[in-house]
């Protein structure tokens, strides 16, 4: 597995350690969490070039030059950069540059690493509309856009980096992680790398509504399925819906949240609690929305858990190695509702040392599946019946995860570790 | 104790496998013969097909199973099939093929019925359902079932299916109706107070050791009641678990010397409306 992913060939002990630089919100968990590792293990600390920077239009040559008056790899002998792109999440600021960055009316802009940019977003929001938006706990103010606005962002980083250091290497390829982040893209490449996906609704890469897709069921007898947004992270924009082919009626299980309005469109928001519908209108609303903001479907596994709970894994990869895991047990399908779900130990969660290896298994062939991508954090589902390991998600920034640890090193760490240490197979 | 569950998962089930073909397989196996326990989960789709060929194939294959003291029709949970979308069917046939079975536990309430609940021997039964139709409540109380020593029903709310009134359930809690009677649960209901209410100080309490009036919608009225009585005083346990009670009322039953359980107390829903960021990873 580690050669097939190839990206990172980890150099020799005694080389020296190539910098890091990491695109992120400094300050935050994640970069917080990556220099306290650093710092642990006696590596110099990254540089961390700030999206808020980057997306005000300064350069990334500006905003190194910025950080440090003498860049370390202009040094003689110094290694090229490694690059790391973090989430971008976490700040309002950022996903509305974001989705004005998406906007139509943005200039030059590139959608080349947007896995389906052709496709028009809803309603888009011009900049000045783009710049009025206003932070409200949760609201998914426009997540179509938003992902135009990420891609050509990746777009732009991908050129700046190759410009300023084309020996660099990425730790995770800005077009993977584009493809990655939209589930459409990311459940074809999986199933084309033969890794085991829940089987998609027929036509479930970008339903067009509430209508198409109930028929797609009916025709396809699959009457239980999850529906997605195809760029949403988490359980953002996730339902669990099912439809009685005898009665008629139907349920919709799911973290979005509705408020409506007399005069202008609802307003779709992640709901902390999780919610139930019944009620054909709310449902449709809700489907509908979904769709035009792009759309996955696929069968609802169901998933084997301890004591009525079910739970799905986030395993965690890097460079071509299974190492930390969770499983996070809930009483309601949607697992990754991270707040509402219990975290174990795979041991806790009672899986047996067979299950746990081909889980590992299955997600190393699921980041296998991006040769250009050297972390990953997979989201695995062991099906109730079978036993079978599916992979649900990809998710590129999926290592954020608290006191779990691997031979003693936390995720950050061991990330920090594998990438400066000598190549597995001990060649010289 | 030898136990065996079947199921047919979804996918199971679009290849063409049976539950009934299942069962068939497992009279002829060598195990069938000592079997204690058989538990039915998921049908094939139980929102679609009904448990009738379950029925049909365990009918069919009685005298394979001599030691069967324990059967569970439906056990399934929400990743396989809404407990209120489980299609039954008339399950007292079982109770005629297998006059050994002792208990019997039932998952599901949509189309369910027990036609001819007669059983010599049966000790338990136990319903679970989102909603239990008073059809079925009806032909319980007409059983005769003259060794129950438990009667476990989960009644449900009107939204799916319980269709009945406190005068449905009633003619449960008639003395005599089933003498070896110690553990009675009529819960996981939505007119839990007035069942408390009612049987707070029932003749049937005589003869009973577990009240069981749990996963409901208990609140203080109900508890009141309860707190009231003389009868239930005598009582080895009361189960109020998952309520709707004051902590008050909760304080008042824990100091009342009474063998209560008082745990999992619900909260409105008001402060539940949170809302959380959409990328967080």
């Known amino acids: ?428 | 104790m030898t136990e065996v569950k079947l199921s047919i998962g979804y996918d199971e089930f679009e290849a063409g496998q049976r539950i009934g073909s299942e069962i068939e397989k497992l009279s002829s196996s060598p195990e069938s013969a000592a079997l204690s326990s058989l538990i039915i989960g998921d049908w094939g789709q139980a929102y679609e097909n009904s448990a009738e060929e379950v029925v049909a194939a365990l009918v069919k294959h009685s005298t394979s199973f001599p030691a069967l003291r324990k059967l569970f029709i439906g056990e399934m949970d929400y990743e396989e099939c809404e407990i209120s979308w489980i299609t039954q069917s008339d399950l007292s046939p079982l109770l005629a093929a297998y006059p050994e079975l002792q208990s019997l536990t039932i998952q599901g309430g949509n189309d369910l019925s027990l036609s001819e609940l007669k059983h010599d021997k049966l000790e338990e039964l136990i319903i679970i359902t989102g909603g239990l139709g008073k059809s079925v409540l009806a032909e319980i109380a007409a059983g005769e079932l003259p060794n129950l020593r438990k009667l476990e029903l989960y009644l449900g709310v009107d939204n799916y299916g319980f269709d009945g009134s406190l005068q449905d359930i009633l003619p449960l809690t008639e003395p005599g109706k089933f003498p070896k009677l110690t553990y009675l649960g009529l819960k996981n209901s939505e007119i839990e107070d007035e069942i408390a209410a009612a049987v707070a100080d029932a003749p049937i309490l005589d003869q009973l050791d577990t009240l069981d009036l749990s996963l409901g919608t208990l609140s203080d009225k109900g508890a009141e009641a309860l707190l009231a009585s003389e009868r239930i005083k005598k009582l080895k346990a009361l189960n109020l678990s998952h309520h709707y009670m004051s902590a008050e009322m909760v304080a008042r039953l824990q100091s009342s010397g009474l063998p209560v359980d008082v745990s999992d107390k619900q909260e409105t829903d008001d402060d539940e409306d949170w809302r959380y960021p959409s990328i967080t990873e």
């Open chain 1, 1 to 428: 597995m580690t050669t097939r992913t190839g990206v990172i060939r980890p150099l020799r002990s005694n080389a020296p350690l190539r910098p890091l630089i990491v695109f992120g919100n400094p300050g935050d968990k994640r970069t917080g969490g990556i220099q306290q590792a650093r710092q642990r293990l006696g590596q110099p600390p990254a540089l961390i070039v700030p999206y808020a920077g980057l997306l005000e239009g300064r350069t990334l040559e500006e905003l190194l030059a910025a950080q440090q008056r003498e860049l370390p790899w202009a040094a003689a002998g110094t290694a090229p950069p490694l690059l790391r792109l973090d989430s971008p999440g976490g700040s309002f600021e950022t996903e509305q540059a974001l989705i004005a960055l998406g906007s139509s009316e943005a200039g030059d802009v590139d959608d080349g690493l947007h896995p389906f940019g052709a496709r028009p977003d809803p309603r888009p929001l011009g900049l000045a509309a783009a710049g009025r938006l206003k932070p409200q706990p949760g609201v998914l103010h426009h997540p179509s856009q938003w992902f135009r606005g990420y891609c050509r962002m990746l777009a732009r980083l991908q050129r700046e980096a190759a410009d300023m250091f084309p020996q660099a290497l990425w730790i995770n390829d800005p077009a993977e992680i584009a493809a990655m982040t939209d589930k459409r893209r990311a459940q074809q490449i999986l199933a084309g790398s033969g890794v085991p996906i829940p089987r998609p609704l027929e036509g479930g890469h970008g339903p067009a509504d509430y209508a198409s897709l109930r028929e797609a069921m009916s025709m396809q007898r699959m009457h239980r399925i999850f529906i997605k947004l195809a760029c949403g992270s988490a359980a953002s924009g996730v339902i669990a819906y099912q439809i009685n082919p005898t009665t008629g009626a139907e349920i919709a299980i799911t973290t979005v949240g509705v408020e409506d309005y007399i005069t202008r469109p609802p307003l779709y928001y992640n709901s902390g609690k999780l919610r139930r519908y019944t009620d054909t209108a709310s449902i449709s609303g809700i489907i509908d929305w979904l769709c035009r903001h792009g759309a996955y479907a696929e069968q609802w596994i169901p998933k084997t858990g301890p004591d009525g709970r079910s739970f799905d894994v986030r395993q965690l990869v890097v460079n071509g190695e299974a190492c930390h895991a969770v499983a996070r047990v809930s009483r309601t399908p949607i697992t990754n509702l991270h707040l509402r779900s219990k975290r174990m130990s795979l041991a806790e969660a009672g899986l047996g040392e067979e299950t746990r290896s081909r889980i590992r298994r299955t997600a190393e062939a699921a980041l296998a599946a991006f040769p250009l991508s050297a972390i990953a954090g997979i989201d695995v589902l062991v099906s109730k019946n079978s036993q079978q390991p599916y992979v649900a998600d990809v998710n590129p920034f999926g290592d954020l995860l608290y006191e779990v640890d691997y031979r003693g090193y936390g995720t950050y760490e061991w990330e920090m570790k594998v990438l400066a240490g000598p190549l597995k197979d001990g060649s010289p």
